[in-house]
Antibody
Framework: QLQLQESGPGLVKPSETLSLTCTVS??????????WGWIRQSPGKGLEWIGS???????YYNPSLKSRVTISVDTSKNQFSLKLSSVTAADTTVYYC??????????????WGQGILVTVSS | SSELTQDPAISVALGQTVKITCQGD??????ASWYQQKPGQAPILVKY???SRPSGIPDRFSGSSSGNTASLTITGAQAEDEADYYC???????????FGGGTKLTVL
């Protein structure tokens, strides 16, 4: 059974860079055909896609966050990571990592991590 | 703002059928997927593609689509189906991923 687990600091100062890692177990991150994504959710609010990465390293990002987001993958560690720069209080949310299936007319996230709350505060 | 629109809240009597809808221009070109989220938990995929369910999802969950509207139908709603439901698809350009604003389902 594929499992994903987010890790990283739960508190980040304003203007700094948020860094999170997602560790994948129960399967290989480099299996062809899968993207790996980050999604966030403000308390009491809806889901927002941040971006996704293919095992080869190709990425695509939410246009509203693109200027601040970098997603990378380390297949040797079976991990992928998120960096979000110049954070503000508006970036205080729960961050989820998930396996992202995207092909032909479909896009969906079928395995999710439990989520990690990141608070931006001085 | 989301390119996918959902009703904020809907209720259903126990054992009855409820349809949760998602509207967006991109849905005439791309399939919607649906997620169930209970308080304090990560979302769970319940339907994707034309009408596929991940293993372990009860068959009372089904999907359909017409024009720019996708629907998730729960036939015989159970108390444990009370949750927030989100739709997800690509945007009109096909280049990005979008979520609907979510529908809070109450089972009476």
């Amino acid at each position: 059974q594929l499992q994903l687990q987010e890790s990283g600091p739960g508190l980040v100062k304003p203007s700094e860079t948020l860094s999170l890692t997602c560790t994948v177990s129960g399967g290989s991150i480099s299996r062809s055909g899968h993207y790996w994504g980050w999604i966030r959710q403000s308390p009491g609010k809806g889901l927002e896609w941040i971006g996704s990465i293919y095992y080869s390293g190709s990425t695509y990002y939410n246009p509203s966050l693109k200027s601040r987001v970098t997603i990378s993958v380390d297949t040797s560690k079976n991990q992928f990571s998120l960096k979000l720069s110049s954070v503000t209080a508006a970036d205080t949310t729960v961050y989820y990592c998930a396996r992202h299936e995207q092909y032909q007319l479909l896009t969906h996230f079928d395995y999710w991590g439990q989520g990690i709350l990141v608070t931006v505060s001085s | 703002s989301s390119e996918l629109t959902q009703d904020p809240a809907i209720s259903v009597a126990l054992g009855q059928t409820v349809k949760i809808t998602c509207q967006g221009d991109s849905l005439s070109s791309y399939y919607a997927s649906w997620y169930q989220q209970k308080p304090g938990q990560a979302p769970i995929l319940v339907k994707y593609g034309k009408n596929s369910r991940p293993s372990g999802i009860p068959d009372r969950f089904s999907g359909s689509s017409s024009g720019n509207t996708a629907s998730l139908t729960i036939t015989g709603a159970q108390a444990e189906d009370e949750a927030d439901y989100y739709c997800n698809s690509r945007d009109s350009s096909g280049m990005n991923v979008v979520f609907g604003g979510g529908t809070k389902l109450t089972v009476l």
